[in-house]
């Protein structure tokens, strides 16, 4: 991530994906390594070892992966630059590729990838080097890293070794907290990836160039000029075939710790003094530091009923599958945060996230405070239009500059017009599924986008008192929101109390 990437990765490895068969290696993982290996990107001496518990031949895997892949190429060809796979790029990633079945919690799967991973650094002369990808449920996460350790293959010494988690990383802070202790006895921090995927976006990791990079922004970016910032994650789709996940983890835990306070903290973070990873990396730790924890006062849950998204009816959330029909469990969250230091004293920030909203939107909405009105004391002020500089990060990928001009005409009328950046009209950007970036920096050694200990720990932290609250307070009124619409009532009276409103959804 860091300043100059090269063309190709002159790294040597094997990527170990435990999960091999699973939803995540087919929809994200294996279309990343394609784009990668279409870019020419990949390490030039490549190794792809894929462990599952079902019974198959590595032809079958790959011939599995293909057809998943090609079905996406075909349904998703604004992300894709043709309409069919290369089969020639296909062919030669496909060739590197080799399936282990094992039970993850037996010592015996772990001998077969020792021997398995002997056998290809002697032909491919990978030097020992080795990225485990755990692409499984989080119940695996920790006895995974622990059989790694005994097995012998976490230890670098002839090469290095890294271990790539995926979230949920913890369900609050003391199992975080256990969970990173655990990893930690077996792993040095510089070798755990914690990773998320929301930082893979081109848009988020930009948050720093126009923030760092131009001296038109940074001098403003404080309580002294901005009035308050919104960050909206909205989702039109339901929860799917994740029923039975969401029944255990809800939108608080799914979303906030981990993608909403990452977008806080590229929004509210100090100037690093490099663009080094542990740099960056430790001010983003203070931002989370700095948060006041939060309290019911300060937050808003909601939980989407039977409605309509466009034309479409769509079931309530207690309709879905897996789903208890008297389920208490929040699809929608809004927060009042707070950040106590120095830059961002008085200045709230407004987070909301859930399912079933009007359109699937992501922004970074940032509220410059309102100039002096002295000058136009005979202009109507209701007509003033707020000044926003608005981040867009999915799915139309730009940044928005909302401001007051004159209207033509002999009077001094105003009206809000907008100035726009989009990255489709100024740059020609790769196929991207959004790990292609995280991925390249795994075999790089580049642990900038990746959670530190402390970081989790914090936006743990943050909001384990709200979740200890919720936890032991059944909600009222649930749902309490029609799928279609912008959430409940009581999340637009969150900000109505403070003379604020929501920007709208798209």
């Given amino acids: 991530m860091t300043g100059g990437k090269r063309q190709g990765c002159t790294t040597c490895c094997a990527l170990v994906i435990f999960g091999a068969g699973g939803d995540l290696t087919k929809r994200l993982i294996t279309p990343a390594l394609y784009n990668l290996a279409k870019q020419n990107l990949l390490p030039e001496r490549f190794a792809i070892v894929g462990i599952d518990h079902n019974e198959r031949t590595t032809d079958d895997w ?3 992966l293909h057809d998943f892949l090609e079905q996406t ?3 998703r060809k604004g992300e894709f630059e043709a309409k069919q796979i290369d089969e020639k790029v296909w062919g030669e990633l496909a060739g590197k590729m080799t399936y282990i079945a094992g039970d993850f919690l037996e010592a015996q799967t772990y001998s077969k990838l020792r021997d398995c991973l002997k056998q290809i650094d002697s032909k491919q002369k990978l030097e020992g080097n080795a990225v485990f990808y755990l692409a499984v449920a989080d119940r695996f996460f920790a006895p995974i890293v622990d059989a790694l350790g005994q097995a012998g293959l976490a230890r670098d010494e002839t090469g290095w070794r890294r271990v790539v988690i995926e979230k949920p990383f913890g369900h609050d802070l003391p199992s975080a907290m256990a969970l990173n202790a655990r990893i930690l006895k077996v792993l040095r921090e510089d070798q755990i990836y914690r990773i998320d995927h929301f930082l893979g976006k081109e848009t988020v990791q930009n948050i720093m160039a ?12 404080n309580r002294d000029r901005i009035d ?5 994650v909205a989702e039109s789709i339901g929860i799917g075939t994740r029923g039975k996940f969401y029944e255990q983890t809800g939108a608080l835990r799914d979303m906030v710790p981990n993608h909403l306070f990452q977008l806080v903290a590229m929004t509210a973070m100090e100037p690093p003094s490099s663009f080094g990873a542990d740099e960056i990396r430790t001010k983003k730790a203070e931002v989370f530091k700095a948060v006041h924890p939060l309290t019911v006062d300060e937050a808003v849950r909601g939980q989407y009923g039977p409605g309509k998204i466009g034309d479409q009816k769509v079931p309530g959330y207690r309709e879905e599958d897996n789903v208890a029909t008297d389920s208490n469990v929040e699809t929608y969250v809004a927060l009042r945060l707070t950040i106590d230091n120095w830059r961002w004293a008085g200045v709230p920030f407004y987070l909301r996230t859930g399912k079933r909203l009007p359109d699937r939107w992501t922004e970074i909405a940032i509220h410059f405070k309102r100039a002096p009105l002295a000058l136009f004391r005979d202009t109507p002020v209701d007509t003033f239009g707020p000044d926003w500089l608005i981040l867009q990060i999915q799915p139309d990928e730009g940044i928005r500059l909302r401001f007051n001009a004159k209207r033509p005409g002999p009077e001094m009328h105003l009206e809000s017009v907008a100035m726009d950046f989009k ?3 100024w740059f020609k950007q790769p196929p991207a599924v959004g790990y292609e970036t995280l991925l390249y920096d795994c075999f790089a050694g580049d642990q900038t986008l990746f959670q530190r200990a402390d970081q989790v720990e ?5 909001v384990q008192p709200l979740l200890e609250a919720w936890d032991t307070t059944p909600p009222s009124g649930f749902p309490n929101y029609p799928a279609g619409s912008a959430g409940p009532e009581s999340a637009r009276a969150l900000l109505t109390r403070d003379g604020r409103s929501w920007r709208p959804i798209r």
């Fill in 423 to 425: 990255y489709s009209d």
């Fill in 73 to 75: 190429v075909q349904s």
């Fill in 228 to 232: 308050h910032v919104q960050i909206t």
């Fill in 62 to 64: 790959r011939s599995g």
């Fill in 210 to 221: 126009l923030r760092f990079s131009n001296g038109l922004f940074e001098p403003i970016w």
């Fill in 458 to 462: 914090a936006s743990w932290a943050a």
